[in-house]
């Protein structure tokens, strides 16, 4: 059970130039993995491939075995969920638990489960005191985890966040790290877009790097982000802890602050 | 250094809200100077920079109390368009700051200069030099709504930076950027300051604040829990305790402090905290 | 064009290099309406043909010339023959003349004619604003209206009013993409496009008008209500007397043409 993307190739309907170019990645189900990489190097119109919004123009995706090719991106929905990383984009209705219930209600699931999945979905993701407001007066970082919540509910084996930590103060961040928690203990797969360095070296284990349209390192967390040469050629900084350790010529790949402050004492 | 804007007692309250959103604000920003605005979402940072620019009370409604002073001058008695010029603004969400209005990015940078009535020649040359520090040169052709969150980001900061008000006031710019164009926005910042502008800045990025700004103001639950120079403030315990993100180096002065380690001072940036962790690491070797 | 010609375009007059498009849009804008009243006015076939001819000679002289004439077969078809059908089949079987019989039924040449009537003259008011919508930006005759002394408020307005028009189709697109990668179809029947389209079209409305408070703010940032004369950056050519009488005559000729075709025809 996976998701295989076997070298794609994709430009944007109307655009000349590639978006990515002979990608290939594998997302076990169950794997927490990031993408990292400047803007512009693919990553998004990665995750849309797989989500089936788009479909590759060269290459093949495949979601457990079904090729996407030969699917709507109605059917691969249900399996691969995508949270957007604008919010705007991808709220419609004016009303926070008929959001949530849209696409259950469109699957004609029983009205119990509706319940009960919208119900986990609003705890898991903290929104409950925002549940009787009108979903573009919640404030943007709390409406991100609306869209959360929408993706919760409906359940995929595969989840792709984008960019979740953009804007977040330290309760979104916390919260975040409940959803995906949850997510795991579930056995999904979560697969994040993010800039964040923190927040990839605290929750992921496999680190996916991409630059100029392409894949250029993937592999465990402590050994990419230690690659210096890989992470210059795709504009990212490491964790400011591994920074900071470097500098003061700690040997150990250090990852986080638990650890520099160990290896200091 | 003269006081360019001045909180006395202010408190405010959106209407059709019961709870203020700020409450009793006090606080005075001196002119030239770069102050980071820090505190936990909805906690009132936002309505920390609309008082400033008025469009708390004048745009939003609601009551406000207390008094707002504005080069001297209570914000109530400002005109609009006066204060529009004096003070820049720079909102949260890039897409919503584009016009809508004109077709490419170039015209949108100038639109402002248009409303001010800059003659073409300079308004060419003032847009040119813009689009050029804020790295937006090569989107000059483009239409504003076909672009990316980051380039958007940029052009609505640089269609602002054309006015050349001499307070700014940017509201969580790199949120929708890369760290890399983060970089590029704090090192524009630190231009504009060479210019000696007022800067204020709310951002969730302390790391990148603690580097560049003078004053930090830690805003949550509708009031300043601390304000003053960088250093003190970032180090003050009181953030943690108000669920106020501090830099890492600060974290990590706190866990060698429970280790019973302490540094000698409280580093704020990562060049200090380096310099902190030689110096013990130096002072081992020489020990033993 | 280079990013160094597209700036020096603005040290100069607009230009598109064709005679039509190149002319004053306030002239253009007088000369076409005045010949689409005539044909509303008159409401003739015979003026409607000749106002139908002038549109197509100035179109097939522009480089427009392929989006008009499809654009006008394709309201050819779709909306004069349904008007058509709808008059004839009212009108059939009335006493008079008989131009020809249809399903047994007699067609009067007054029918007819009252087709023919409405036909050019739809067409031929169509016809004149689409040479003058094809080959003008708004932009460029909303700057010569203010020019002429409009306010730059009721200019925004209009630009505004435009651009709010695209954004809701945008803001759809965006909607149907957030939808697919939920999981709902809108791919396929027209059935199921309209199913999938109708329930969030209001909320759609609704979130792109609360979007001008945005606008407002954004446009407020910009000084836009600063007091004194704006300038502005694109600059139009001003009027000259050929173009200013064109527009004087056209005027003329509709009130002229109007009383004579109302008296003669």
Partial sequence: MAIEVKNITFSYPGSLATAVENVSMTIEKGERVAIIGQNGAGKSTTVKLMNNIYKPSKGTILVDGIDTKERTTAQIAPHVGYVFQNPNDQIFNDDVVKEIEYVLRYRKL????????????????????YVEMHPFDIPLPIRKFLTIAVVVAVSPDYVILDEPTAGQDLWGCAQLKTVMDYLQQKGKAVLTISHDMEYVAENFDRVIVMAHKNVIADGEKRDILYRMDTLREAHVKPPLSAQIAQAVGIRDKILNLKELSAAIL | MGVCIEFQDVSYAYPLTKKAAVRHL?????????????????????????????LCPNFYGGILKGTVLIHGKNLLEWEDEELSVQIGYVFQDPFAQVSGIKETVFEEIGMGLENLGVEAEEMIARIVEIAKMVHVDTLLQKNPLALSGGQCQRVAFASILALDSDIIVIDEPTSQLDPEAGSDVFEIIDMLKKQGKTVIIAEHKVDLLAEYCDEIIAIAGGSIVAKGPVKEVLSDPVLPENGVRIPQAVSLARELWQAGKPFREIPVTMQEAIGLIKERREGRADGN | MTDQEFIESFRHYQKKNNWWCDFHPVAKLVFCLSFGFLSLIVFKWQVGLAVFLLAGLIAIRTPARKTYFITLGVMFVAGCLFTVAVRLYVHMGDPGPVAFYLFGKAVPVAAVISCLDLIFMIEGFLGIFMTFFLTTEMRDLCCCLEQVGMSPSATFMILSTFSGIASIKEKLNCVRESQRARGIETEGSLVVKVKSILPVLFPVIISS?????????????????????????????PAKPVEKMVAALAVILCIAGSIAGRMYL
Avoid: Q
Wanted: aromatic share 4%; with cysteine.
């Fill in chain 3, 209 to 237: 008008m609360t979007g001008v408070e945005d606008r407002t703010l954004a446009m407020d940032a910009r000084a836009f209500s600063a007091k004194g004369k704006h300038t502005a950056l694109r600059r139009a050519a």
């Fill in chain 1, 110 to 129: 029983p009205e119990e489960e509706i319940r009960k999945r919208r119900e986990e979905a609003i705890d898991v993701t903290g929104i409950r005191p």
């Fill in chain 2, 26 to 54: 006090n606080c005075r920003l001196e002119t030239g100077k770069c102050y980071g605005v820090i505190g936990p979402n909805a906690g009132g940072k936002t309505t920390f920079c609309n008082l400033m620019r008025g």
